[in-house]
């Protein structure tokens, strides 16, 4: 079946360091890729996708790249600021359903 | 473009009780989904509607939740009875007929004590 693994939280980060959140998957045929954000008592709101091998996604500085090579979709962004401080998924959708698989989250944290 | 309306946005309820969560969809997405998502987890999907059809609800504990969406517009989510293990966000998503995009509600935050 399909699954996402992400790397363990929490993490903590300074103003303008450079993230990234590690997010490797296992699926049948070929996914989409998702990173979902979730800020303190709010839904989940779509960052960014990515569709097919190689494709990059990117939004408000975000991106990640789909590796089909190393099942990966990791999330980087080169400088970080408070107001990312929120959870992160990594999720993929397979077949037709089109249902979502998340990954268990990772909690950033950035300090001023 | 109005989002995915949910309510109660939260809720605290003894064991045993029942709860009933409701959702409106984005106008004109077909397809919906329940999912459940304990803290310090993602979400996991409970229900998937088609219209107002089933298309997935393998993950759904039937013995006391159930799950409708008559007309195949809103959506209401009910637990009877309740348990302490179902303290979590329960969270509506919608997407339209094409397009992979999921867009999600801003939960209801149901406390089982």
């Known amino acids: 079946g399909n699954s996402v693994t992400q790397m363990e939280g929490p993490v903590t980060l300074s103003e303008e360091a450079f993230l990234t959140i590690n997010c490797t998957y296992t699926?049948?045929?070929?996914?989409?890729l998702f990173w979902y954000v979730q800020y303190p008592g709010e839904g989940l709101q779509l960052l960014l996708k990515?569709?097919?091998?190689?494709d990059k996604g990117s939004n408000k500085g975000f991106e990640a790249t789909y590796r089909k090579e190393t099942t990966s979709f990791h999330l980087e962004k080169g400088s970080v600021q408070v107001s990312d401080s929120a959870v992160y998924f990594c999720a993929l959708s397979s077949g037709s359903a089109r249902q979502l698989t998340f990954g268990s989250g990772t909690q950033l944290t950035v300090l001023p | 473009e109005a989002g995915v309306a949910q309510s109660p946005r939260y809720k605290i309820i003894e064991k045993r009780q029942s709860v009933a969560f409701w959702c409106n969809p984005i106008?004109?997405?077909?397809?919906l989904y329940w999912y459940q998502q304990i803290l310090g987890q993602g979400p996991k999907l409970l229900i998937q509607f088609q219209n107002n059809g089933v298309v997935d609800d393998s993950q759904l504990p039937k013995d006391r939740f159930s799950a409708e969406r008559l007309k195949g517009v809103d959506s209401t989510l009910k637990i009877q009875p309740a348990k302490l293990e179902d303290s979590a966000v329960y969270l509506c998503?919608?997407?339209?007929?094409?397009?992979?995009?999921?867009?999600f509600g801003e939960g209801s935050w149901l406390t089982v004590v």
């Open positions: 699926a049948t045929g070929y996914p989409s």
């Open positions: 998503a919608t997407t339209p007929e094409t397009g992979n995009t999921i867009y």
């Open positions: 106008s004109g997405h077909a397809t």
């Open positions: 990515a569709t097919k091998a190689d």
